[in-house]
């Protein structure tokens, strides 16, 4: 049985189809929180703009859309066996602040395009494919990442919905808002049963496949991460007047808690540990900053690695409060474990990227993805497309036209191995 009818991947039709891709890129960017920035963070006016354009998108693909109560954008193309279970294809379209255009809408926007060729060729599916564009990976917001994908996979966790962001907003209020019911998060999940499997195409993030001028990679596993938020309390005082020996100076405790996690992470391969966010409280220049507040991001493909790095950073804490009188907050946010990718949809995807000539790379992910959430449930899978230098989460993000097109080519058969497979042929 022909697959595809018209043939997709003639190298015109490929390339009108990557321009198109980019050119949607483009759109979305820009729609965002300010004008000189891409910024679409959960719930806000310019992500619930971002949403719709989205969601006009998959209508105008053909798909079946709603848009469930945490804000996911979903399209359903059905199989005819409506005992089939259903195939997940997805990314998220939230942004992390100044963000580049790429990480999350090119696997949400090339997902679209991947699925209007199957309606167009009239391929009848031997199950049900779901396309999501997730509402909030980044966890930006309320600093808890995969809240969307949670919803899918069924493990949200309603205590989070009161949950304030940095405005006094909960999570409840910003759902209600955007017309959600929180009564039906449950319902909104893919039953655990009902699951075939879950595609994500991602780019890198990463420096490898730049380096080695290779389009595409296979991702092998996702690196687990643990997310603090850490409170260091002194006592403000007088920048004029207290004695050197005699202050509580919580950022100078903050300071020397950041450098030995810089330190402890350069040492160990296999380890990244970050502090991306620090806020200094009623800061003034004459004033010795009584309250300090600072984020930390530790990552490791390795659990036991992830676990001891943890506790031995949370010991370092302790004790430069102690020895500097200043009291330490230790809240852990969020952690997840690493996750490994499926080796049989893996399979799959090195056998398209082979049938398209390229080199099979292999890759672990240290970035978090929405699959994390999902492996619990399903089978997962993702293609990293190179992007350059690796930057992201910077507006310098880009991915040249020519590896949108590659990633089609692999994308498309892989898609077709499957429904082969599933159909029997
Ligand atoms: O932080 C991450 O790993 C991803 O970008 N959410
Ligand atoms: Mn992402
Ligand atoms: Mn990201």
Redesign the pocket.
């Known amino acids: 049985m022909r697959i595809f009818e018209s043939n997709p991947q003639s190298s015109r039709t490929i390339q009108l189809r990557a321009e198109t891709i980019l050119n949607r890129i483009n759109e979305l960017a820009s729609i965002s929180e300010d004008a000189v920035s891409v910024t679409r963070t959960f719930g806000t006016d310019a992500f619930r703009q971002g949403s719709q354009l989205v969601q006009y998108w998959m209508q105008d693909a053909g798909l079946q859309t709603r848009v469930d109560a945490i804000g996911n954008v979903r399209g359903r193309l059905v199989s005819p066996d409506s005992r089939a279970k259903t195939f997940v294809i997805a990314s998220h379209i939230d942004t992390?602040v100044n963000a580049g255009k790429f990480?999350g809408p090119l696997g949400v926007i090339m997902g679209i395009d991947l699925v209007e060729q199957l309606i167009r060729s009239k391929t009848p599916l031997p199950f049900h494919i779901e396309l999501i564009a997730f509402s909030d990976?980044?966890?930006v917001r309320f600093h808890t990442?995969y809240l969307g994908s949670k919803v899918v996979a069924g493990s949200f966790d309603t205590t989070l919905l009161d949950k304030k962001d940095a405005s006094g907003i909960t999570l409840r209020e910003v759902i209600q808002t955007m017309g959600g019911d929180v009564d039906q998060l449950k319902t909104d999940a893919i039953l655990p049963d009902d699951w075939l499997g879950y595609f994500e195409i991602h780019i890198e993030q990463g420096p490898v496949l730049y380096e080695r001028n290779v389009p595409v990679a296979v991702v092998t596993a996702i690196a687990g991460?643990k997310r603090v938020e850490i409170t260091f309390a002194g006592m403000a005082g007088h920048a004029g007047t207290v004695p050197m020996d005699m202050r509580q100076d919580a950022l100078c405790a903050a300071a020397e808690f950041i450098l030995q996690v810089e330190r402890l992470a350069a040492n160990e391969a296999n380890l990244v540990a970050t502090v991306g966010k620090l806020n200094v409280m009623n800061a003034a220049s004459n004033v010795i900053p009584g309250k300090v507040v600072c984020s930390l991001d530790v990552r490791s493909n390795q659990e036991m690695i992830l676990a001891s790095a943890y506790q031995e950073l949370h010991q370092r804490c302790a004790d430069i409060g102690q020895k500097r009188a200043v009291d330490v907050d230790w809240n852990l946010i969020q952690e997840t474990s690493p996750v490994s990718c499926d080796p049989t949809l893996n399979q799959f995807i090195e056998q398209a990227i082979k049938e398209n000539g390229f080199e099979v790379v292999r890759l672990m992910s240290g970035?978090?993805?929405d699959g994390v959430p999902i492996s619990l449930v399903s089978p997962i899978a993702m293609i990293f497309v190179r992007c350059y230098k690796g930057i992201s989460?910077n507006p310098l993000e880009n991915t040249e036209l020519s590896d949108v097109a590659a990633t089609l080519q692999v994308a498309d058969t892989f898609l077709k191995r499957l429904i082969e497979k599933y159909t029997g042929h």
């Open positions: 992390v990480d990976e980044e966890g990442t991460q970035a978090g993805h989460h």
